[in-house]
């Protein structure tokens, strides 16, 4: 079985400051890792993919993410937050081929404070 | 590319009324999957198909709910005698086959009173 787990329900930021959110997995097999952002009353945009290629993943709108095995993580960073971040972010697996369903974490609402 | 698009985008009715979502994939996707959002969570899978064949349930999708995709292109969501646990935001998400990342839409915010 697979799961997810995100530490921090809520993430403060300075703008212009490090976003960093954590997320660590558990997967019986080689995972597919996502970031998914929520703004409020909206559906999920994705924002970068890991799919077993590079480990460093670049995504939209300045953020990347770093597939770690080791540690079982793929926490998703920004180096300078925008006050435009501000809202929930989602970290999902899949297994397999990624083309079947993704599990998710409770997800990190991040804040930025002006 | 118009995106995967829900109706309704909100939905309030009384316990033990029936319900019905719709939702309509991207073009010429021929996976559709339906998730549910409860508030302060995140979404948790119900089903999903590959064209019209309904491959995958979860044990959270109980035997009030039923989905159908009939033509392989858009789906439905029915619940029925709903329950104020039932409210939630219902997602659907679409994707090819051999594409792994799954386009949402908007969602379906249902309340039950």
């Known amino acids: 079985a697979q799961s997810v787990t995100q530490l921090g329900s809520h993430v403060s930021v300075s703008e212009g400051a490090l976003v960093l959110l954590r997320c660590n997995y558990s997967s019986s097999v080689p995972p597919y890792l996502f970031w998914y952002v929520q703004y409020p009353n909206q559906g999920l945009q994705l924002l970068l993919k890991?799919?077993?290629?590079?480990?460093l993943v670049k995504g939209i709108n300045g953020f990347e993410a770093e597939f770690k095995k080791s540690e079982t993580s793929f926490h998703l960073t920004k180096p300078s937050a925008h006050m435009s971040d501000a809202a929930e972010y989602f970290c999902?697996?899949?297994?397999?081929?990624?083309?079947?369903?993704?599990?998710f974490g409770t997800g990190t609402r991040l804040t930025i404070i002006p | 590319d118009t995106g995967v698009s829900q109706d309704p985008r909100h939905k309030i009715t009384k316990r033990g009324q029936n319900v019905t979502f719709r939702c309509d994939p991207i073009?010429?996707?021929?996976?559709l999957y339906w998730y549910r959002q409860t508030l302060g969570q995140g979404p948790e899978f119900l089903t999903y198909?590959?064209?019209?064949?309904?491959?995958?349930k979860s044990r959270l999708l109980s035997d009030r709910f039923s989905a159908e995709r009939p033509k392989g292109s858009f789906s439905t969501l029915e619940i029925q005698r709903t329950e104020q646990g039932d409210s939630a935001m219902y997602l659907c998400a679409s994707n090819f086959l051999v594409e792994e990342t799954q386009y949402f839409g908007p969602g379906t915010r249902l309340l039950v009173l």
């Open positions: 999902a697996v899949s297994e397999s081929s990624g083309n079947e369903k993704l599990t």
């Open positions: 073009s010429e996707h021929n996976r």
């Open positions: 198909f590959q064209n019209e064949a309904q491959l995958e």
């Open positions: 890991y799919t077993s290629a590079a480990t």
